[in-house]
């Protein structure tokens, strides 16, 4: 692609608007100098004393602004874009700003007697975008796809092309958000690229729009890709609505099915359950309302603050100072939140059915799910979206940013990038994860074909470990300092148990989209826990080549390192095992016995932390076992007879885990 030539990807949201681009390492989301890729999609007028032009502020500033000049400040502009005042009766209550018919059918918002159409405060928005991108990528900008519900009508996406057009952008595309949506997960993309520009319209109606297929640009005039159509659901739960849209994808097409939603449903309204709490349980307390704006303000945030703690969290405090030495205090369990939350998280999922029956599918048909919006987050959400469709949804990109990464990725295919990367039908790079020392167990080697599935059994190292973290690495090295890793997660609440004992199945598995879902899950208590990756973002082809040569270069040091860290492991693991038993059984042995084992502990530690000969510590190792072998018979008899089970002897040593 000619850098100077890079399209953007814009996300423009009711509530938050992003930008985001691609390169050959993939999709990149454009933050600012605090790391937030959000921009409040807000404007907030600031009058001229001396009657001149009124400033303007955008993005946070302006959200700021809107709690002490809430008729100053416009939000939600994209509720009335491209729409009549008949069309906006309904939301009218909700806008603490006022609007008014306009000419040519348009509806301006007036602030301080200054008229400002829907346009023209989308086009403050989108040239900040704009501003933005260019100041990251140090060019100009002058092309960009943008998105919009799928919902949208003709004029609704007119207006949005003619807000771009004033603010210096050419919109090379208006694409669906769920369409981006699918397209970030690498949904159809090989398919869309093949297809390009003209053949791959966008359909918009609300449905069963139907888009007729076009041949192919491949040049022996055959169809590219036969790659099977896909269905695909997007649920988009945000702040303040609850869009779902259930799409085809079919030689590069993608195809409206159907879309249902409520404009007035999201994580708002989980905050408005906490607040609920409160302010009956202040009331009862206290004999207190809670009226004032600034309290009011101040519940909000706290509100807030309380779901996302709870996503992470099982529990979480909730303290509100009321003044006059009132402290209202107490801590809120996640399972009570949800119990809270269960009717409106219902209300999206009947949505959804009903979506899924105007597509004409059954429910836990629909090929794959795909989480967006931050409200998503929520693990009851993830749980009812789960169980109604059958299936995990995916959930590896962020969801406040996955719109962005598709619009980009579209623009990518648009300005004729390669993407390689993203579209191989093998693993450019062994995936594993991190074991005990600091070593990699690979479970799927490169180039192993997509989709594919490995799993592989670990134990615990330490006797009650209770937790298991579980680093998932790419690359060809031996030792994960040398690997990248890609994500970390924990399995939680394993039953104490002695180390070795419990068993661990960890699952790789890598869909026809190359999303990669790792499973760790505890087989004697169930206890389980994941996490869910695109292993191709962030890679370029140059940097797989390297790694390569690399992995060729120092294989022979790399082996010898991870035997190394192997062995000691082990001699860690056998010889705090045999010191146990000597503490449960040693008076079984006479005293010789007893003093000669625990002279052998002694010297191979010594030997573990000294040599580097690793044959003379593999054989030492070897005699150990041996000469601890009627110690080990002994305490595994005691077992028996205590009604335990029996302890496994030894076993290979990795990180906190250890594989079986
Ligand atoms: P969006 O409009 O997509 O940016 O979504 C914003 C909504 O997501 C707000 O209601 C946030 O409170 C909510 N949200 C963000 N992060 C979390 C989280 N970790 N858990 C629950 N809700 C969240």
């Not at 739960?237 to 779902?244: A, E, K, R, S, V």
């Not at 607040?275 to 207190?288: A, C, P, S």
Request: negative net charge; hydrophobic residues 40%; aromatic residues 4%.
């Amino acid at each position: 692609m000619n850098p100077s030539e890079t399209i953007i990807g814009i996300d423009l949201g009711t509530t938050f608007s992003l930008v985001a681009y691609v390169d050959e390492r993939g999709p990149h989301v454009i933050r600012d100098e605090t790391g937030e890729a959000r921009l409040p999609s807000v404007i907030g007028v600031l009058p001229d004393p001396d009657g001149g032009r009124p400033r303007l502020t955008i993005g946070w500033p302006a959200r700021n602004h809107a709690v002490e000049h809430p008729e100053t400040t416009v939000y939600s502009i994209k509720r009335l874009i491209g729409k009549g005042i008949d069309e906006l009766r309904a939301e009218l209550p909700f806008l603490a700003y006022s609007v008014m018919p306009g000419p040519r059918h348009t509806v301006p918002v007036e602030i301080d007697g200054r008229r400002y159409t829907p346009e023209e405060i989308s086009s403050i928005i989108l040239q900040e975008l704009k501003r933005r991108a260019e100041e990251h990528l140090g060019r100009a900008v002058r092309r960009a796809v943008i998105t919009v519900p799928a919902y949208f009508d003709d004029s609704q996406r007119q207006a949005t092309r003619d807000a771009a057009r004033a603010a210096g952008l050419d919109v090379v595309r208006i694409i669906n958000e769920p369409t981006a949506a699918a397209l970030a997960y690498g949904i159809g993309i090989r398919q869309a690229l093949q297809q390009q520009s003209p053949c791959a319209p966008e359909s918009r109606g609300t449905s069963l729009l139907q888009v007729a297929p076009c041949p192919t640009s491949g040049s022996d005039g055959t169809r590219a890709d036969a790659a099977p159509t896909q269905t695909v659901a997007v649920y988009d739960l945000g702040g303040g609505t609850f869009d779902i849209s259930i799409l085809r994808i079919e030689s590069g097409v993608f195809q409206v099915l159907s879309t249902a939603g409520d404009t007035r449903l999201g994580g708002d309204d989980f905050d408005r359950e906490i607040i609920k709490l409160v302010q009956h349980e202040v009331r009862e307390q206290f004999g207190l309302s809670i009226e004032s704006p600034t309290t009011k303000q101040a519940l909000r945030g706290l509100a807030e603050a309380v779901k996302i703690r709870l996503s992470e969290q099982d529990a979480a405090r909730i303290e509100l100072d009321l003044g006059q030495d009132r402290l209202y205090r107490r801590q809120i369990g996640r399972d009570e939140f949800e119990r809270l939350c269960d009717p409106l998280v219902a209300r999206t999922i009947a949505l959804c059915r009903s979506a899924a029956e105007d597509a004409g599918l059954a429910i836990d048909r629909i090929d794959q799910v795909i989480l967006v919006g931050g409200s998503t987050r929520m693990p009851l959400v993830r749980r009812r979206v789960g169980e109604t469709f059958g299936r995990t949804p995916y959930t590896a990109l962020n969801p406040d940013e996955v719109v962005a990464i598709g619009a980009a990725m579209q623009a990518s295919v648009l300005a004729g990038s390669p993407l390689d990367m993203l579209l191989l039908d093998v693993t450019p790079l062994s995936l594993g994860i991190e074991t005990m020392g600091g070593a990699v167990s690979k479970l799927i080697l490169k180039n192993t074909t997509i989709p594919c599935r490995a799993t592989e059994q670990f134990t615990t190292f330490v006797d009650g470990q209770t937790a298991i973290k579980l680093n998932v690495l790419q690359g060809e090295r031996e030792l994960a300092r040398d690997c990248r890793s890609l994500g970390e997660f924990e399995l939680r609440d394993i039953p104490p148990m002695p180390a070795g004992m419990p068993k661990v199945e960890v699952e790789f598995l890598i869909d026809a989209n190359g999303i990669l879902n790792v499973s760790a899950r505890e087989l004697r208590s169930g206890r389980q826990a994941g996490i869910q990756i695109v292993p191709s973002h962030g890679l370029t082809r140059e940097e797989v080549e390297r790694i390569e040569r690399e992995s060729i270069a120092r294989a022979r040091d790399d082996i010898d390192e991870h035997r190394r860290i192997d062995l000691v492991n082990q001699v860690e693991f056998d010889t705090n095992k045999a010191e146990q038993m000597l503490a449960k059984v040693g008076h079984l042995l006479d005293a010789g016995e007893a003093a000669r084992i625990r002279a052998d502990i002694a010297a191979l530690r010594k030997l573990a932390a000294e040599t580097r000969d690793l044959d003379q510590l593999h054989r030492a190792l070897d005699a150990f076992g041996k000469g601890t072998l009627h110690l080990a018979e002994l305490g595994i008899r005691e077992a028996l007879k205590d009604g335990g089970e029996a302890e496994a002897p030894t076993a290979r040593a990795p990180r906190d885990n250890v594989k079986t």
